[in-house]
Nanobody, 130 residues
């Protein structure tokens, strides 16, 4: 069974940093793309960042470019989201999701492809205080 376990959320002051982890199991890691999505209270969920595990190519939402970095460790079957320069508007529940990623797709299609996945981890809450 595909399983994703997200962790690493917490309370941090504006300008601070957190690193989220998404531990994956039950599938061939390099055949999949994994993305991070967030949902703030009262708002729709949005894609934040995505990585194509076979080649490490990435894509980001404009709102986090230059502040967040997604990376993967295939030896640990884990994807990380390093979040720096956090802002109060980054407050949300963060989820990771995984989708088998066709070889003809590029990282530009990553968030859109993973968003429709059936495989989601539980959320981890990130709270950024002002």
């Amino acid at each position: 069974d595909v399983q994703l376990q997200a962790s690493g959320g917490g309370l941090v002051q504006a300008g601070g940093s957190l690193r989220l982890s998404c531990a994956a199991s039950g599938f061939t890691f390099d055949d999949y793309a994994i993305g991070w999505f967030r949902q703030a209270p009262g708002k729709n969920g949005k894609g934040v960042a995505c990585i194509v595990n076979r080649d490490g190519s990435t894509s980001y939402a404009d709102s986090v470019k230059g502040r967040f970095t997604i990376s993967s460790d295939s030896a640990k079957n884990t994807v990380y989201l390093q979040m720096n320069s956090l802002k109060p508007e980054d407050t949300a529940v963060y989820h990771c999701a995984a989708e088998k990623f066709p070889t003809v797709f590029t990282s530009a299609q990553c968030i859109g492809a993973v968003k429709g996945s059936d495989y989601w981890g539980q959320g981890t809450l990130v709270t950024v205080s002002s």
